[in-house]
């Protein structure tokens, strides 16, 4: 039979090891969560107008093959308000034209943007022109990708 002192130093042995492994196991937890950020969660920090925004990595993208009101114009206030109520602080998805420039003069990249609602992918440009805020702008279009944006 083991004696109570020594049950005693077993159960202490015993403990030690748990409380050592979990402490091992929670600074694994706080490494891996701390190395994940800044992973998947690039989003709209800023709407600058009714075509354009700004994300938190700093990129600045301009909607391809619309143009919404300028400042100062008719409906620029409403076209920047709906874009800002469609995608500030939310993760987007960007894709590129297949055949048009993947910048403009100002730098700017320019993107088809896709925003989740619900689990569905909305197709940001097109509804800027679907609901009246914005007019096809076909720069540089040869290929017809822009005429997708009707119908």
Do not use: H, W
């Not at 093959?65 to 008719?74: F, G, H, L, S, V």
């Amino acid at each position: 039979m083991i004696s109570t002192s020594k049950k005693t130093k077993i159960i202490v042995i015993i403990n030690s090891i748990v409380v050592v492994g979990l402490i091992f196991f929670a600074v694994y937890l706080v490494y891996m969560v701390e190395s994940k950020k800044g992973e998947g969660d690039v989003f709209v920090i800023e709407v600058i107008d009714g075509d354009t925004f700004k994300m938190n990595n700093g990129e600045t993208i301009r909607l391809l093959c619309i143009d919404t009101p300028e400042q100062n114009e008719k409906g620029y206030e409403e076209a920047t308000k709906f874009l800002e109520s469609l995608i500030l602080y939310k993760e987007v998805k960007l894709e590129s034209g297949k055949t048009l420039n993947q910048t403009d003069k100002y730098g700017r990249t320019l993107s088809f943007v896709y925003v989740n609602n619900l689990g569905k992918d909305v197709f940001i440009n097109k509804l800027m022109i679907e609901v009246g805020f914005s007019n096809i702008y076909e720069y540089g279009d040869v290929e017809g990708e822009c005429k997708g944006m009707v119908g």
